[in-house]
C-alpha cells in the first residue's frame, strides 16, 4: 500500500504540518455536526499525540472537481500545504461530466499541487451507493481516481470499498447515510474517516508500514 511518507513522517517527529481536504459535501460534512475531516483530525491526534498539525476542510457542497481545480490556489495552495486530500466524484458523476473530463481535472489538480512544492496527496473515493445502476456509474469515476494513483504512485483512500465490506459484513446501510441515500450520517463519515485513516498506519515502533 502507498502511503503519504512525507506526512507521517512529520507528524511522528512533531513536526508542524499543515493538511488541506479539498471536496464537495462529503468534505465539507453535509448536515452533520462531525464530518469525515473532524473524525479524521480526531484519530490523528491519538494516533500522534506529539504531532504539531492543522487539518483545514475546503470542501463545498455541490462542489465538482473542475470547481476544485479552479478554486485550488486560494482555498489549497495558500495555506501552503504539506498534504492534500482530493475527493470528489457524485457529484461529477451525475452532472453531466465524463469520466475523461474527470480524469483530466482531478489531473490538473494534482499536476497544480505538485507544482506549488514537495506535497503528500492522496486522492479520496466518496461512499458506496446501495442503487445497482447509479453505483455503477460512480464506480467508473472511482476507477479514474485508481488508475491515477497508480500513475502517479499516490494513495487513494478506497471509502466506497470500505464501505461495502461494512455493508457485506453486516452493518445496515441505512445507518451510514441519510435520507437522501447519498450523503453520510455521521457513521458513514467515521467509516469514511477510518478508510484514510488506514493509509496512516505505523508498527509499535512508530515506523511507517
Known amino acids: 500500500m502507498i502511503k503519504p511518507t512525507l506526512t507521517i513522517n512529520k507528524l511522528i517527529s512533531g513536526a508542524s504540518i499543515t493538511i488541506v481536504a479539498l471536496g464537495d459535501s462529503l468534505t465539507q460534512g453535509w448536515m452533520v ?3 469525515y475531516v473532524d473524525f479524521l483530525r480526531e484519530m490523528l491526534r491519538a494516533k500522534f499525540p506529539q504531532s504539531r498539525f492543522k487539518l483545514v476542510n475546503s ?13 485550488l490556489r486560494w482555498d489549497v495552495l495558500h495555506h501552503k500545504p504539506n498534504c492534500v486530500f482530493i475527493q470528489y466524484a457524485l457529484n461529477d458523476a451525475f452532472s453531466g461530466y465524463s469520466e475523461l473530463q474527470f480524469k483530466d481535472n482531478i489531473r490538473g489538480i494534482i499536476d497544480k499541487t505538485r507544482g506549488a512544492g514537495d506535497v503528500d496527496i492522496i486522492l479520496i473515493t466518496s461512499g458506496y451507493i446501495d442503487d445497482e445502476h447509479d453505483n455503477s456509474i460512480v ?3 472511482y476507477r479514474q ?5 497508480e500513475c502517479y504512485a499516490i494513495p487513494v483512500a478506497l ?3 470500505y464501505w461495502s465490506k461494512k455493508v457485506s459484513d453486516g452493518v445496515p446501510f441505512e445507518s451510514l447515510v441519510q435520507h437522501d441515500g447519498v450523503h453520510p450520517t455521521e457513521e458513514g463519515y467515521r467509516l469514511m474517516a477510518e478508510a484514510v485513516m488506514s493509509l496512516f498506519e505505523i508498527n509499535e515502533k ?4
Not at 481516481?145 to 494513483?149: F, K, M, Q, R, Y
Not at 512508530?206 to 508500514?209: E, F, H, K, L, Y
Open 159 to 161: 471509502v466506497h470499498k
Open 59 to 71: 470542501g463545498i457542497p455541490g462542489d465538482t472537481a473542475d470547481s476544485g481545480l479552479y478554486r
Open 145 to 149: 481516481l485508481e488508475a491515477l494513483g
Open 206 to 209: 512508530g515506523q511507517n508500514i
Open 139 to 141: 464506480e467508473g469515476f
Open 33 to 35: 455536526s462531525k464530518g
